[in-house]
T-cell receptor, first 113, second 110 residues
Framework: DTEVTQTPKHLVMGMTNKKSLKCEQH?????MYWYKQKAKKPPELMFV???????INESVPSRFSPECPNSSLLNLHLHALQPEDSALYLC????????????FGPGTRLTVT | EDQVTQSPEALRLQEGESSSLNCSYT??????LFWYRQDPGKGPEFLFT???AGEEKEKERLKATLTKKESFLHITAPKPEDSATYLC???????????FGKGTKLTVNP
């Protein structure tokens, strides 16, 4: 099973709202990732968790707050977003000791109004 | 600086017309070269991992190859359902990050 699930599929939120994106994998992977993807662009890395610890933060604004409650779950908490944050948010997971391919979820389409 | 460059940006083929997509990379200590397929509004779907020069992988109408400087994704007798954006990404040794190319948008006309 190479499935990564994400909820919700679509999210519309105002600039004063607080919402969360959720991601789950059951492949036993110990690395999980959040990406942001704008139209016609490749995925842009935001955060990496390795063994439930934040290992990479790509200078993402503090209005995005990641959380890794356990090895299967990854959340992205959103607060006071801007319209330019509207994008497809992708979660991915991979093994840490190889092979290193990342498996992506279907994404959450976020619109900030 | 690590870079991955894909060409062409867009490719239109007739059904059955074979072709190749190119991915050139400059990554120190390459740990793996990955190909993904992405349909509009969906997450990238993993296709292949290549680890060393000379390696080849095949899946249905797709074949990926790797040299020391580039990778090719060969599409044999494509069908309209092969239409998608194909992304190439490289992993550098010692890093969990993938360096993505900008993708090739493939359109196969019936």
């Amino acid at each position: 099973d190479t499935e990564v699930t994400q909820t919700p599929k679509h999210l519309v939120m105002g600039m004063t709202n607080k919402k969360s994106l959720k991601c789950e994998q059951h492949m036993g992977h110990r690395a999980m990732y959040w990406y942001k993807q704008k139209a016609k662009k490749p995925p842009e890395l935001m955060f990496v968790y390795s063994y439930e610890k934040l290992s990479i933060n790509e200078s993402v604004p503090s209005r995005f707050s990641p959380e890794c409650p356990n090895s299967s779950l990854l959340n992205l908490h959103l607060h006071a977003l801007q319209p330019e944050d509207s994008a497809l948010y992708l979660c991915a997971s991979s093994q840490t000791q190889g092979p290193y391919e990342q498996y992506f979820g279907p994404g959450t389409r976020l619109t900030v109004t | 600086e690590d870079q991955v460059t894909q060409s062409p940006e867009a490719l239109r083929l007739q059904e059955g017309e074979s072709s190749s997509l190119n991915c050139s990379y400059t990554v120190s200590g390459l740990r793996g070269l990955f190909w993904y397929r992405q349909d509009p509004g969906k997450g990238p779907e993993f296709l292949f991992t290549l680890y060393s020069a000379g390696e080849e992988k095949e899946k249905e109408r797709l074949k990926a190859t790797l040299t020391k400087k580039e990778s090719f994704l060969h599409i044999t007798a494509p069908k309209p359902e092969d239409s998608a954006t194909y992304l190439c990404a490289a992993a550098q040794g010692g890093s969990e990050k993938l360096v993505f190319g900008k993708g090739t948008k493939l359109t196969v006309n019936p």
